[in-house]
């Protein structure tokens, strides 16, 4: 599909481990998102709501910009 071109990938494959992922819904909403026995977004459900639709598609989050790391004394 087009969004797995773009680094989107199935919500099936989706990690289940606390990790955060950005997370993209039908509605277009995206977020920071991580799976508690469900998609949290800012410690509430991610799910169909009148502020969030089914979550369809996710992708790492990206690294801090470089800039950040410097600062924080790591390479």
Do not use: F, N
Request: hydrophobic fraction near 40%; charged fraction near 20%.
């Amino acid at each position: 599909s087009t969004g797995e071109t773009e680094g989107w990938r199935d919500i099936e494959s989706a990690p289940k481990d606390g990790t955060a992922v950005l997370l993209t819904a039908l509605g277009g909403q995206i977020g920071v998102c991580v799976w508690i026995g469900r998609w949290l977004y800012h410690g509430m459900p991610a799910t169909p709501a009148d502020w969030w639709d089914e979550p369809s598609h996710w992708r790492p989050l990206p690294a801090p910009p470089s800039a950040m790391l410097s600062a924080a004394g790591e390479r």
